[in-house]
Each structure stands twice: as structure tokens, then as C-alpha cells.
């Protein structure tokens, strides 16, 4: 093993070598308790990815301090680390991008909720304007 989180292929396990090899024009869904490299795999098919001349690449995470802590591996990846984001950045960008506008952060947790749910609805209106988001 080496010094740090990150993982070489060699150093996987067969079922995970499997995973980042997968076909390139179909979706997957990864599921593992918290250390089992599933942080790994993601970065590992994102170069499988650039490497294989498919530049439009996007690892979307939940939390500002993965983001932080993925792009700490940046020297390791065939990728720009500017395409590891949060998943509220990449809804900002994306309705900045189409000119729609989104609500400010607040700093309470119901000021949170609101938030996010108007930012879902903003974006699934802007993806798809046909269609109302409920709920």
C-alpha cells in the first residue's frame, strides 16, 4: 500500500478492477459501506474515462470537505481537478449558465431546506421546462 488514500489499479481488488473497466455508455450506481473505495473507483473511472478520449467529465460529491480532500490526489488524475465538484456548485453553475437565477445561502437549517428545495425545483424546471417539479 502506499503513503497516502489513493489506490493503484494493481493495488485493487479483482471486483473493483472489474468496476472501472465497465462499458463507457452506460450509467452506474456503486454502493459500499464508508472505506470499502468507492472514493477511489470514482477517480480511477474518471481517468479510465479521459483516457479513453472522453474529456467531458464531471465526479459530482455531497460535501465541500470531499471535494477538498478528492482534490488533494489532483497530481494522480488524467483529469482537471476543476471537474470534481459539489453537487450544490455544479446546480449554481448550471442555473447560472442558463440564466436562471437561485436563492442566496442562509444560515439557518430551515433557510437550508427551502434553499435546496427551490434550487431542485429551479433546476428541473431549466432541464426540463415542460415539466413542473412537485414536492
Given at each position: 500500500m502506499n503513503?497516502?488514500?489513493w489506490?493503484?489499479i494493481?493495488?485493487?481488488?479483482?471486483e473493483?478492477?472489474?468496476?472501472?473497466?465497465?462499458p463507457?455508455?452506460i450509467?452506474?450506481?456503486?454502493?459500499?459501506?464508508?472505506?470499502?473505495?468507492?472514493?477511489?473507483?470514482?477517480l480511477?473511472?474518471?481517468?479510465?474515462f479521459?483516457?479513453?478520449?472522453h474529456?467531458?467529465?464531471?465526479?459530482?460529491?455531497?460535501?465541500?470537505?470531499l471535494?477538498?480532500?478528492?482534490?488533494?490526489?489532483?497530481?494522480?488524475?488524467?483529469?482537471d481537478?476543476?471537474?470534481?465538484?459539489?453537487?450544490?456548485r455544479?446546480?449554481?453553475?448550471?442555473?447560472?449558465?442558463y440564466?436562471?437565477?437561485?436563492?442566496?445561502?442562509?444560515?439557518?437549517?430551515?433557510?437550508?431546506?427551502?434553499?435546496?428545495?427551490?434550487?431542485?425545483?429551479?433546476?428541473?424546471?431549466?432541464a426540463?421546462?415542460?415539466?413542473?417539479?412537485?414536492?
Open positions: 503513503q497516502t488514500w489506490s493503484a494493481q493495488e485493487l481488488k479483482e473493483q478492477k472489474k468496476i472501472i473497466s465497465l463507457l455508455d450509467s452506474h450506481l456503486i454502493l459500499g459501506p464508508p472505506g470499502s473505495g468507492k472514493t477511489n473507483l470514482l480511477l473511472r474518471a481517468n479510465y479521459a483516457r479513453a478520449g474529456p467531458n467529465i464531471l465526479c459530482l460529491v455531497f460535501t465541500r470537505v471535494r477538498e480532500f478528492i482534490v488533494t490526489g489532483g497530481e494522480k488524475y488524467a483529469f481537478t476543476s471537474k470534481v465538484k459539489t453537487y450544490r455544479w446546480q449554481y453553475d448550471f442555473l447560472s449558465e440564466s436562471a437565477s437561485h436563492p442566496e445561502t442562509g444560515e439557518s437549517e430551515e433557510s437550508f431546506d427551502s434553499q435546496r428545495t427551490e434550487v431542485n425545483r429551479q433546476v428541473a424546471r431549466v426540463h421546462p415542460d415539466r413542473l417539479l412537485v414536492g
